[in-house]
T-cell receptor
Framework: DTAVSQTPKYLVTQMGNDKSIKCEQNLGHDTMYWYKQDSKKFLKIMFSYNNKELIINETVPNRFSPKSPDKAHLNLHINSLELGDSAVYFC???????????????FGEGSRLTVL | KQEVTQIPAALSVPEGENLVLNCSFTDSAIYNLQWFRQDPGKGLTSLLLIQSSQREQTSGRLNASLDKSSGRSTLYIAASQPGDSATYLCAVKFGNEKLTFGTGTRLTIIP
């Protein structure tokens, strides 16, 4: 199936631990994103990579470190997890044009992180 | 500040009725606007993408319009069905390349 897939879907961990979420897309897109959806369901962008290059880096604690080994993968590593990191993290992808505009955005199913 | 607003936060409509969801944004310099639906516990499904040069897009029973000058977009759903119940999100790609989401409208279609 052509899609954006992310793993794990659920992640429960203790405060202070380090965890990673992986994302892969087989849509042939060159731009990938991480979004965070909080308890009030508000979606906010965290990072965006275009062809493995970081192009958007919102005000996110540096405990969050994205890594893009190639344009089809964008992983998110979180160090020293805190209670406030509990949320659903969504990966997405799109195709970016030379003008800076992008095509349709496709989302993964989300990874629900619970920090105890 | 670039913001996207969706009002109302929740809407209940009897099955079969036509309805309109609203989205407003603060900066007319946009690249595009996209409508999504999100079912509980699920990811976002893209419904329609309108580029800044377009005024509307249609897909089946859905029609989305864009009026940049007034900073508004509407999503029209014809002949609503219980399966249309979901949260509908509007997202605007502003000129700084950031895609900003509204807070969504939770739609319930009453059988």
């Amino acid at each position: 199936d052509t899609a954006v897939s992310q793993t794990p879907k659920y992640l429960v961990t203790q405060m202070g631990n380090d965890k990673s979420i992986k994302c892969e897309q087989n849509l042939g897109h060159d731009t990938m994103y991480w979004y965070k959806q909080d308890s009030k369901k508000f979606l906010k962008i965290m990072f965006s990579y275009n062809n493995k290059e970081l192009i958007i880096n919102e005000t996110v604690p540096n405990r969050f470190s994205p890594k893009s080994p190639d344009k089809a993968h964008l992983n998110l590593h979180i160090n020293s997890l805190e209670l406030g990191d509990s949320a659903v993290y969504f990966c997405a992808s799109s195709q970016r044009w030379a003008s800076g505009n992008t095509g349709e955005l496709f989302f993964g199913e989300g990874s629900r992180l619970t920090v105890l | 500040k670039q913001e996207v607003t969706q009002i109302p936060a929740a809407l209940s409509v009897p099955e079969g009725e036509n309805l309109v969801l609203n989205c407003s944004f603060t900066d007319s310099a946009i690249y595009n606007l996209q409508w999504f639906r999100q079912d509980p516990g699920k990811g976002l499904t893209s419904l329609l993408l309108i580029q800044s040069s377009q005024r509307e897009q249609t897909s089946g029973r859905l029609n989305a319009s864009l009026d940049k000058s007034s900073g508004r977009s509407t999503l029209y759903i014809a002949a609503s069905q219980p399966g249309d119940s979901a949260t509908y999100l509007c997202a605007v790609k502003f000129g700084n390349e950031k895609l900003t989401f509204g807070t969504g409208t939770r739609l319930t279609i009453i059988p």
